[in-house]
């Protein structure tokens, strides 16, 4: 599967960013999804994830209740809605997805279970 990630910016701390990532191919429902992000100097660290289906979502602490990932199959697109923006997640974001026979479980949540990677979009958050 191929992604194309969209809607980073630059925005406000405690403003609102919506990206979205489309794939190619019909399959796109065999595939957990997830975003995960990269600041300068850390390591890609996970931010959601959503299950085939859209039913079960993970995410770290670091996020919970800011970020919302979403998906549409039938528009084979995944999104990840952010509020209250803090200057601390600022980084390029990536979408990517992992096959269902790749993971455990309902949602993946490591970096190793996802093979197929978008080509990141920059969301800056100033103070």
């Known amino acids: 599967v191929q992604l194309q990630a969209s809607g980073g910016g630059v925005v406000q701390a405690g403003g609102t960013l919506r990206l979205s990532c489309a794939a190619s191919?019909?399959?796109?429902?065999?595939?957990?999804m997830g975003w995960f992000r990269q600041a300068p100097g850390k390591e890609r660290e996970i931010v959601v994830a959503?299950?085939?289906?859209?039913?079960?979502?993970y995410s770290p602490d670091s996020v919970k209740g800011r970020f919302t990932i979403s998906r549409d199959n039938a528009k084979n697109t995944v999104y990840l809605q952010m509020n209250s923006l803090k200057p601390e997640d600022t980084a390029v974001y990536y979408c990517?997805?992992?096959?269902?026979?790749?993971?455990?479980?309902?949602?993946?949540?490591?970096?190793?279970?996802?093979?197929?990677w978008g080509q990141g979009t920059q969301v800056t958050v100033s103070s």
């Open positions: 959503i299950s085939r289906r859209g039913a079960s979502t």
């Open positions: 191919g019909r399959t796109f429902s065999s595939y957990g």
């Open positions: 990517a997805a992992a096959l269902y026979s790749d993971y455990v479980g309902l949602v993946p949540s490591g970096v190793a279970d996802f093979r197929s």
